[in-house]
């Protein structure tokens, strides 16, 4: 692998940017359309010359930025063009099917699609492990992140962005001691607690990477850790939105609830998606509370794991320091607040209505292309091997015990 200029986290500011200074140059990125109700209009409209014309540009715009992604965070440029094209295919077959006014009265969304379809071929077909080592969903799911920083103007996080805060250490302080608490009770090993407790508590991957690092854990077991978040979140992400539906929930409350219980951030964007544009950004801001306590949640588990005679490799104690906070701090999140910061106080609102579709629409595409990657990477198996499955149950116990206190404290606050 070639040396990286950029972490992948500062690369998605850059990138994000980088696509949000074309539209407002007067490069309009142009909006494909989607929708379709029998074969004549299938084939009149999704697939007319002047459609098709506008979906390969838009793919120009998006590979030329995948490619500069690919450049700046030192990956296999080869081998990573040709994923990243045969990903937006699968995607482009996803979109079209969500394009179809029958699906659309069921309120399936393009990325519910985009991750079965990439479920089947990832689990039914033995994929070459160039192609799986070049499918970099976090990639596309942040780039989509920071774009959706356009979308959500400061007052928004001003109102909800206390409430939010306030939910968020509530939610995670409860749920992260309940974890710990169910996987002593089952002696699960002490490296493994602490990368489920923080996964499932704060924000999944995210914070077991992080909690991996502050530990210096084995790779193994933080790579069951990630297998367990990503499967479990899919029904999450697909029945949440309707059993919200079903409880009578208001958006607010929905949004709230989906940011603060599932555990990836792109799962939230996309079941926010499903109910409604309120609740996509509550379960937004949510979330982005919460990860706003993950280089925190790091640095103090950093303290504990070296003050409770734990070492690292080379058996030297090591003493963890405040730069651990933002090395583990997702730096997304500061793109999606610079995004939303200038669409709130610098650009004007008619500017900001001229390119707004063309912003949403490109968006949207990456957190599409995002989970057609996640459901190419995730492979079924990867439970089904591991003899142990205490971590599992244990997991599963903490999710339920968090979606039960999420509900609960996002009803008191945001009703």
Known sequence: MKKSILTEDWAVVVLGFLIIAVVLSGLVIPVPSFGWKNADDLFSKVLSAENILKIALQFVVLLIVAVLGALITGKNLKNFSTTFVVIYLLTLFALVLAGNTTVKEYNLEAVIFSLLIGLVIGNVFNLPQWFRSSITSELFVKIGLVLLGTSIIFSDILKAGALGLIQALIVVVAVWYFAYWVCKRMKIDEEITMMLASAVSICGVSAAIATSGAIKGDTKKLSYIISLVLIVAIPMMIFMPYIAKWLGLSQEVTGAWLGGSIDTTGAVVASGSLVGEEALKISSIVKFAQNVLLGI?????????????????????????????????????????????????????????????????????????????????????????????????????AQFFNILVTLLIAWLLFR
């Open 297 to 397: 949640a790091a640095f103090a588990i950093s303290v504990y794991w070296t003050y409770t005679g734990h070492f690292n490799n080379t058996g030297v104690e090591e003493k963890p320091t405040l730069k651990v906070i933002w090395q583990r701090f997702p730096k997304f999140v500061v793109g999606f607040i610079l995004a939303s910061l200038l669409f709130s106080f610098v650009i004007p609102p008619e500017k900001i209505g001229e390119v707004k579709n063309s912003l949403k629409s490109v968006q949207g595409l990456w957190f599409a292309l995002a989970f057609t990657a996640i459901g190419l990477e995730t492979k079924f198996s990867d439970l089904i091997k591991q003899e142990n499955r205490k971590p599992l149950y244990a997991f599963l116990i």
